[in-house]
T-cell receptor, first 112, second 117 residues
Framework: DSGVTQTPKHLITATGQRVTLRCSPRSGDLSVYWYQQSLDQGLQFLIQYYNGEERAKGNILERFSAQQFPDLHSELNLSSLELGDSALYFC???????????FGPGTRLTVL | AQTVTQSQPEMSVQEAETVTLSCTYDTSESNYYLFWYKQPPSRQMILVIRQEAYKQQNATENRFSVNFQKAAKSFSLKISDSQLGDTAMYFCAFMKHLGGANSKLTFGKGITLSVRP
């Protein structure tokens, strides 16, 4: 158990819908990263937050947005969903001396 | 931009044998960090080992060790005494800085390792 929690574990929805994925980092970690794992794109960095502020952006679509709240949990919002958004979405948190990233169990999103 | 290449899509090894997984990367940075992550069938991403580019000594973690060749930009993972629980997908990853805006992980495509009983 990495100490990072993600909810829900699985999400099945239809095209055009909007969903919210939630992540709670390890106690004390200020950084949260979101990654997408799909068959064709592999593991890709989406976005990073540090102590409530956006720190870096990767290959994140405009239909996707994220935020980190004062209690440090983070949410990834995916809207106008398309079939190609079906993927495993990971959250990772980091902190401490080595700032290693510890991954949550992921949310499996299926868009039908 | 940094790239990470894992050219072997699959490998198989007999239980108790040793196996080496290859990874090459491309960067213009002189200091950076390299990682191997393991993803078993449960899909959980588990950190296996970390290497700092400024350290000449290769990292080891129990049965796992790396062969880091900075000039060749090569970073291979050796698994000794392979166990059935080592069956997983293994990802090589690059990180420019430990913190800040350049601390994202850039992953290779991964290699599927099967350990045969």
């Amino acid at each position: 158990d990495s100490g990072v929690t993600q909810t829900p574990k699985h999400l099945i929805t239809a095209t055009g819908q909007r969903v919210t994925l939630r992540c709670s980092p390890r106690s004390g970690d200020l950084s949260v990263y979101w990654y997408q794992q799909s068959l064709d794109q592999g593991l890709q960095f989406l976005i990073q937050y540090y102590n409530g502020e956006e720190r870096a952006k990767g290959n994140i679509l405009e239909r996707f947005s994220a935020q980190q709240f004062p209690d440090l949990h983070s949410e990834l919002n995916l809207s106008s969903l398309e079939l190609g958004d079906s993927a495993l979405y990971f959250c990772a948190s980091a902190g401490g001396i080595y700032n290693e990233q510890f991954f949550g169990p992921g949310t499996r999103l299926t868009v039908l | 931009a940094q790239t990470v290449t894992q050219s072997q899509p699959e490998m198989s090894v007999q239980e108790a044998e040793t196996v080496t997984l290859s990874c090459t990367y491309d960067t213009s940075e002189s200091n950076y960090y390299l990682f191997w992550y393991k993803q078993p069938p449960s899909r959980q991403m588990i950190l296996v080992i970390r290497q700092e580019a400024y350290k000449q000594q290769n990292a080891t973690e129990n049965r796992f060790s790396v062969n880091f060749q900075k000039a060749a930009k090569s970073f291979s993972l050796k698994i000794s005494d392979s166990q059935l629980g080592d069956t997983a997908m293994y990802f090589c990853a690059f990180m420019k800085h430990l913190g800040g805006a350049n601390s994202k992980l850039t992953f290779g495509k991964g290699i599927t390792l099967s350990v045969r009983p």
